[in-house]
């Protein structure tokens, strides 16, 4: 039986995620229930939304039934943030449609095959590389939830070099992950931090660049090692045996036995001119507003344009390519009650009124704690809010206004704090399951989220490490301006 185009999310993978995301709902339904509702006063300062920290009362509970907890996934989509999750669910199928297109016509598999075939015999090289690539994406551009729409190829780019799904997860959702939350300039966290805690734009560049080098150093010999691994081994990969047809389906590239077909080069180099497109989108989304507010669906759109003239250019003809795109759909069906499950969580503690008491509660401990020991309550608040609240720039809104004066306080500069709340944003984004962009990717994959814990537990202790030095490092010089 020939395998669907595209990415299929797996049954097994599927139902776990479902159960989980489940429970966290109830969880954070019973919070609703136990924890007295509370509310800050939201005040405007230079025309954006933000907290007043000396404004926290307990308030009624409003009326929020636990029957609703059950619909909250449905109720999402009519709240604030339903435009957002609506749009990132359809530039998802847009992009995955375009991406089934090439992989039934075959456009995929030659542009893969190339790349093999140019670096044969160095392929490490190429693992470095492509994670450098990915992770200054993350660390400038702020680029994350777009790294989504390239794992499909990542994953299949590292079958064809003889390793796994873990691997090709590592080369780009991971790597881009690691940049995102070293954030030499990433606008989304660090540009909004900063400007709340009234620090001039991306100052401090100088320790957070040596901060990316460290952490590039160690992801790179964590995923290179991990890899050498598998070559040794095929069987000391952590998904053995679960991913062959994945496998199967790429382990034959031998590209000096594939003669060069005009057709798919052509296709290749169309959906090359598209990719620049969106590259260049990605690039000027941070810094040209016309384009910030649209740039992932202008890039959804051009992503599905170019798979499909890919598809048609490809020679294969438009059967395939219109079967590669309902494939492709099909194939992503599931991930929708995953992310509408994702997003409901918030949803639930917002309605029932305890999100600020549970914010309030995790701040107060900052008034009795010393200048190190309160840069680390930084870390660990963002990391504990990161469960609850995905978004880094809405999470810098909530947290900025209420931990800059309690830091003041303490002795911990700004710039000190800014830092902690990036380390505490960024590298907690892949440890959760409830955040949508980890759900998806591990969903395009074999890949169970217990398995991936396992996977990466060794690379978030050295993370850990690596970050709490660097605090102390800030602490000691007065890291600042400010």
């Not at 090289?125 to 390239?150: H, R, Y």
């Amino acid at each position: 039986m020939e395998q669907k185009a595209g990415a299929q999310i797996g049954k097994r993978a599927f139902i776990q995620s479902l159960v989980i995301l489940f429970v966290l709902m109830m969880v954070a339904g019973i919070l609703t229930l136990v924890v007295p509702a509370g509310q800050y006063t939201r005040i405007e300062v230079d025309g954006r939304e933000t907290i007043d920290p000396a404004s926290f009362q307990l308030v009624a509970h409003p009326d929020y039934p636990i029957w609703r907890w059950f619909i909250a996934p449905f109720e999402v989509l009519g709240s604030s943030s339903g435009l957002t999750v609506i749009v990132i669910i359809i530039v998802l199928f847009f992009a995955g449609g375009a991406f089934a297109v090439m992989d039934k016509t075959g456009t995929l598999r030659a542009f893969i095959g190339s790349i093999v075939r140019k670096f044969s015999g160095r392929k490490y090289t190429l693992l470095w590389m492509v994670s450098l690539a990915f992770m200054f994406l993350g660390a400038t551009l702020g680029t994350f939830e777009e790294v989504v729409l390239l794992v499909p190829v990542m994953i299949a780019l590292s079958y064809s070099l003889g390793w796994d799904a873990l691997v090709g997860l590592g080369m780009s959702i991971l790597a881009t992950n690691m940049g995102f939350s070293a954030a030499i300039s990433n606008p989304y966290t660090l540009g909004v931090a900063q400007q709340l805690a009234g620090l001039p734009l991306f100052s401090g560049a100088w320790l957070r660049i040596i901060i990316f080098i460290v952490i590039y150093f160690i992801f790179g010999f964590f995923l290179s090692a991990y890899a050498r691994k598998i070559d040794k081994d095929p069987k000391s990969s952590l998904v053995h045996g679960e991913d062959n047809a994945e496998r199967e389906k790429y382990k034959e590239m031998d590209t000096d036995l594939i003669a060069e077909d005009p057709k798919q080069n052509r296709a290749i180099s169309f959906f090359g001119f598209f990719l620049l497109f969106i590259f260049a989108v990605m690039l000027m989304g941070p810094f040209v507003p016309a384009i910030s507010d649209y740039s992932l669906p202008i890039v959804g759109i051009l992503f599905l344009i170019g798979g499909l003239g890919a598809g048609f250019i490809s020679g294969a003809g438009g059967k395939k390519v219109w079967q590669g795109l309902v494939e492709g759909w099909g194939g992503l069906a599931p991930s929708v009650p995953l992310i509408l499950m994702a997003a409901s969580i918030r949803f639930i503690i917002d309605s029932g009124g305890v999100t600020d008491t549970i914010l309030h509660a995790a701040a107060e401990p900052f008034q009795k704690l010393g200048a190190f020991p309160g840069a680390l309550v930084v870390y660990v608040l963002a990391l504990g809010i990161e469960f609850f609240i995905a978004s880094g720039s809405a999470k810098a809104f909530l947290m900025m206004p209420i931990v800059l004066p309690l830091a003041d306080l303490i002795g911990v500069t700004r710039q000190t704090a800014v830092l902690a709340y990036i380390f505490g944003d960024g590298f907690s984004n892949l440890a959760y399951p409830t955040n949508p962009v980890l759900l998806i990717s591990l969903g395009l994959t074999v890949v169970s989220y217990p398995k991936w814990l396992r996977w990466t537990a060794k690379l978030w202790l050295w993370v850990i490490i690596a970050t709490v030095a660097f605090l102390g490092i800030a602490v000691a010089i007065g890291f600042g301006p400010f």
